[in-house]
Each structure stands twice: as structure tokens, then as C-alpha cells.
């Protein structure tokens, strides 16, 4: 049952105040999430900032000598893994792996699961797009995997009110989104911008978990490719809420099946699972 706006509704300022008690993001992530692929010197940068945090490395290393990469020879080190995936896949992979890292001590995986597929597919969509626009893939990528971080947040912090909205079903994000004011105060996409502003992420990434459902503004941004990837991922059949559709999901994915993009996100999401 869709809950009334007489159910009990939490003041925006506690819901804020509980985003802020939740535990900060790992620091060696949050330089990642900064780094530019673009820049100079990014390659020595993360080289650095996987020396100082060898479990993201370890972890790094056996994602780089996955499957999905198929490479002949076994990588050994962060510089090797650098030279032979470069320093954008290492970028995307790097932010994978923090991601996925604290929403398995933050939240139960069952719960979240399909959350965690929609930000995959959303990121693994949006870097395509970019990609294909000249723009840069990396960037992306980390704004499509972090844009509804808000959702996240609030199921970490507000359960009891969050997670019996998650498992509706609604007729659009719109209303999806005026449930979340009258319950918590504040939508996933307020809740969003506030978080990634809180644990120092770059200020792209904000705008992005902030404005992803808002109308487009003009010329498109990477906000709204990130919009564009957020859509693309629905369709997939990887919602980030349940939406009542006319066709079944069922029947919206198959479009997708034999895709390479669609396979990408399987194995990612495998991978990480
Ligand atoms: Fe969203
Ligand atoms: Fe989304």
C-alpha cells in the first residue's frame, strides 16, 4: 500500500541528520573519484593511492585478472594493472570495487541487490554514451555508478521508513519522488547531492545524484547522460524503483539480450556480486 501523506513524516533536518552519522567513505576512494583520468600525472597518482590502501589493491588485481578482462598473462602489480588495462578502466574498476565495498558493510546485499545492478548498469551505460559523444568514458562511468547513491543513503539510514517504499510499485519516478518528501523530507536525489557533498566526492558527481530526474537544462552535460544511462538501465530490465510499465519488463529486456553492452553488465555485475 502506497503510504498517505498522515503517515508519519520525518522533519528534513532529521533525515539530514541521520545521512550525516553514517560512516564516511573509504579515503583512498574518495582521491580516486577525484583523479582525473585526463591528467598528466593520474597514472603515478593512483599508483600512490593504491600503496596506501593494500586491500583496494589486492582487490583490484584479482578484479583485473577476471574474465571479463581475458588477458593472456596474469597481472601482478598496480603499475602492471596500469599499463595493460590504462589508467580510465583502472579508474572505473578502482570505483567499483569502493562502491561495492561499502554497501557490503552498510547494507544487507539481498536488500540492495537491485540497486547495486541499477547503478552498474546505469555506469556501465552512461561511459558508452560518453564514449561515443568523445567525452570521457571514466567520468562517467563513477557518475552512473554513484547517481543514486541517495537511495542508498536513505535505506542506510532511515530503514524502517525507507525500505517498505522500495518495494512498491509505482506509476512514475515523479511519484516515487513525492513520497520520499512526505516521508523523509527530502528525495533520493537531495539526499544524493547532500552525501557525495558530505564525504568530499568531485562536485560533477554531486550534480549528477542531485539532478538525474530533473528536466533537462539546455545543452546535454553529463548530467544528462547520466539521465539518458539511468532510462537505458530500466529498460535493460535493472530499475532502480519498481515502475508500473504497459509491456513487462520481461519483454523490454529481451530487446537487450545478445547485446555486447548487455553482457558487460552481467559480467560486472557478476563479478562484483
Ligand atoms: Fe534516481
Ligand atoms: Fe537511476
Same mark, same amino acid.
Given at each position: 500500500?502506497? $503510504?498517505? =501523506? /498522515?503517515?508519519?513524516?520525518?522533519?528534513?533536518?532529521?533525515?539530514?541528520?541521520?545521512?550525516?552519522?553514517?560512516? $564516511? !567513505?573509504?579515503?583512498?576512494?574518495?582521491?580516486?573519484?577525484a583523479?582525473?583520468?585526463?591528467? *598528466? *600525472?593520474?597514472?603515478?597518482?593512483?599508483?600512490?593511492?593504491?600503496?596506501s590502501?593494500? #586491500?583496494?589493491?589486492?582487490?583490484?588485481?584479482?578484479?583485473?585478472? =577476471?574474465?571479463?578482462?581475458?588477458l593472456?598473462c596474469?597481472?601482478? /602489480?598496480?603499475?602492471?594493472?596500469?599499463?595493460?588495462?590504462?589508467?580510465?578502466? %583502472?579508474?572505473?574498476?578502482?570505483? %567499483?570495487?569502493?562502491?561495492?565495498?561499502?554497501?557490503?558493510?552498510?547494507?544487507?546485499?539481498?536488500?540492495?541487490?537491485?540497486?547495486?545492478?541499477?547503478?552498474?548498469a546505469?555506469?556501465?551505460?552512461?561511459?558508452?554514451?560518453? %564514449?561515443? #559523444?568523445?567525452? /570521457?568514458?571514466?567520468?562517467?562511468?563513477?557518475?552512473?555508478?554513484?547517481?543514486?547513491?541517495?537511495? +542508498?543513503?536513505?535505506?542506510?539510514? =532511515?530503514?524502517?521508513?525507507?525500505?517498505? +517504499?522500495?518495494?512498491?510499485?509505482?506509476?512514475?519516478? *515523479?511519484?516515487?519522488?513525492?513520497?520520499?518528501?512526505?516521508?523523509?523530507?527530502?528525495?533520493?536525489?537531495?539526499a544524493?547531492? !547532500?552525501?557525495?557533498?558530505?564525504?568530499? !566526492?568531485?562536485?560533477?558527481?554531486?550534480?549528477?545524484?542531485?539532478?538525474?530526474?530533473?528536466?533537462?537544462?539546455?545543452?546535454?552535460?553529463?548530467?544528462?547522460?547520466?539521465?539518458?544511462?539511468?532510462?537505458?538501465a530500466?529498460?535493460?530490465?535493472?530499475s532502480?524503483?519498481?515502475?508500473?510499465?504497459?509491456?513487462?519488463?520481461?519483454d523490454?529486456?529481451?530487446?537487450?539480450?545478445? *547485446?555486447?553492452? !548487455?553482457?558487460?553488465?552481467?559480467?560486472?555485475?557478476?563479478?562484483?556480486?
Amino acid at each position: 500500500m502506497i $503510504p498517505t =501523506s /498522515s503517515d508519519s513524516q520525518i522533519p528534513r533536518s532529521e533525515t539530514f541528520g541521520k545521512l550525516c552519522k553514517l560512516p $564516511p !567513505f573509504r579515503a583512498a576512494a574518495v582521491q580516486i573519484l577525484a583523479l582525473s583520468s585526463e591528467d *598528466d *600525472d593520474a597514472m603515478e597518482r593512483l599508483e600512490n593511492i593504491f600503496g596506501s590502501d593494500p #586491500a583496494m589493491a589486492t582487490e583490484l588485481l584479482a578484479a583485473a585478472n =577476471s574474465v571479463e578482462f581475458g588477458l593472456r598473462c596474469r597481472i601482478s /602489480s598496480i603499475r602492471h594493472a596500469l599499463s595493460i588495462l590504462g589508467v580510465g578502466r %583502472t579508474k572505473s574498476l578502482a570505483a %567499483t570495487i569502493a562502491f561495492s565495498g561499502y554497501l557490503r558493510n552498510q547494507l544487507p546485499r539481498e536488500a540492495v541487490r537491485f540497486l547495486w545492478a541499477h547503478g552498474i548498469a546505469t555506469a556501465v551505460l552512461a561511459e558508452h554514451l560518453a %564514449t561515443q #559523444a568523445g567525452g /570521457s568514458g571514466s567520468l562517467l562511468y563513477t557518475a552512473g555508478l554513484t547517481h543514486d547513491v541517495g537511495r +542508498l543513503g536513505l535505506y542506510a539510514s =532511515s530503514r524502517e521508513t525507507y525500505e517498505p +517504499l522500495l518495494n512498491l510499485e509505482f506509476r512514475s519516478i *515523479d511519484e516515487v519522488n513525492y513520497m520520499e518528501r512526505q516521508l523523509l523530507g527530502v528525495t533520493h536525489c537531495v539526499a544524493g547531492g !547532500f552525501l557525495t557533498h558530505t564525504w568530499g !566526492f568531485p562536485a560533477i558527481l554531486s550534480e549528477c545524484a542531485q539532478h538525474h530526474h530533473a528536466p533537462p537544462r539546455g545543452a546535454a552535460d553529463e548530467t544528462h547522460i547520466v539521465k539518458e544511462a539511468c532510462l537505458l538501465a530500466d529498460s535493460m530490465g535493472f530499475s532502480e524503483i519498481r515502475i508500473q510499465t504497459e509491456a513487462a519488463d520481461g519483454d523490454a529486456a529481451k530487446s537487450w539480450e545478445n *547485446d555486447p553492452l !548487455f553482457e558487460k553488465v552481467l559480467c560486472r555485475m557478476q563479478q562484483f556480486s
